[in-house]
């Protein structure tokens, strides 16, 4: 007998549109934009030559053998070749063997095989292996100057600033407009008219809790204890997720019901698009991606995003800015 395939259940919607929300946005702090100027200071670092002695995070360029009775290894030989120290591209004992060695030295250092070498006759072998230094170039990352702005294309380190602080406000603003969409469908969700199936709300609940005791399992923590540290108990947490699992339904069958309401569709270029964002964002491939999340997948999650910005433009909105936590006490501007 074929499995039969639930239902969605019927919906009546409530108010959507002038619901009343507002919008937390976090201010932009002095100390969080002089962050970003040295993090972009770090990242345009420049490696410069240098006659010091080589260490971890410098770049050397060097060749490299090793022998065995006086007699060349085969496939031991590295010529002019340059190395970044520090991130295992040169075995241990090699590398260790460089630090302290400045450009125009050769040198010569011992290293014994494993025993269980892949090749054999090497297997538990001393050899003698000889490093020259050609070059050795320390990094060097920029001053927060000036200059530094003008070499970015700005014309003062304070336009620069100016620059940082109004892209992290743009961002803080479009964050709260996600935060502020989320909860309005989570209103118009709770506005629903709607009989939803136990049955669904019982597995869904199963499912976090299920999960729960996996990552309590992985960190040697009991059930129990988690329980006491957090002064509930194991039928106050299925509970909690019960109520989680309805908020989240409520929320799907919101979106689906005013985007039919409402005509919001997605076409099939903006999934095609959403796959290439994430594609890039997260550095894998779209077919990766496609496997993990199918179009359905993709085009209700565009949908669901739609119909936050559509409950936003009808909301009724308060904004406000919150307050600088712990010891931030620096006021924001206006406008922030």
């Known amino acids: 007998m074929s499995e039969t395939k639930p239902t969605t259940p019927r919906v009546t919607l409530g108010q959507y549109k002038g619901l009343a929300v507002t919008r937390h946005v976090r201010p932009v702090l002095d100390r969080t934009v002089q962050q970003e100027v040295s993090h972009r200071c770090r990242l345009h670092a420049a490696y410069q030559p240098t006659q010091a002695p080589a260490k971890r995070g410098d770049k050397v360029t060097l060749d490299f053998e090793g022998f065995l009775d006086g007699q060349p290894i085969p496939d031991s030989k590295m010529e002019n070749v340059t190395i970044l120290l520090g991130t295992g591209k040169l075995m241990p004992a090699a590398e260790k063997a460089v630090y302290g060695h400045a450009a125009g030295e050769t040198f010569h250092f011992d290293f014994t095989y494993p025993q269980d070498f892949r090749v054999e006759e090497l297997s538990g072998v001393t050899a003698d292996f000889v490093i020259t230094i050609h070059a050795v170039a320390q990094r060097h990352i920029p001053e927060a100057d000036e200059a530094f702005a003008r070499s970015r294309g700005f014309d003062s380190m304070e336009a620069m600033k100016d620059h940082i602080r109004a892209e992290k406000q743009a961002s803080h603003e479009a964050a709260a407009d996600r935060k502020a969409g989320q909860d309005l469908l989570e209103m118009a969700g709770a506005n629903l008219t709607v009989d939803l199936p136990r049955q669904a709300l019982e597995k869904e609940a199963g499912r976090e809790y299920q999960q729960l005791e996996a990552r309590l399992k992985k960190s040697s923590m009991t059930l129990e204890a988690y329980c006491r ?83 936003l433009e009808q909301a009724v909105v308060t904004s406000v800015v919150d307050p600088i936590p712990g010891d931030d006490r620096q006021t924001p501007k206006e406008g922030e």
């Open 229 to 311: 540290s957090c002064r509930t108990t194991p039928e106050e947490l299925k509970e909690s997720f019960r109520k989680i699992a309805e908020k989240r339904m409520r929320s799907v069958l919101a979106a689906k019901a005013i985007s039919e309401a409402e005509g919001i569709t997605v076409a099939k270029r903006e999934v095609e698009a959403e796959y290439r964002r994430l594609a890039a964002r997260h550095n894998t491939p779209e077919e990766e991606i496609r496997k993990t999340l199918p179009p359905d997948v993709i085009a209700a999650a565009l949908i669901s995003q739609k119909v936050q910005r559509f409950l």
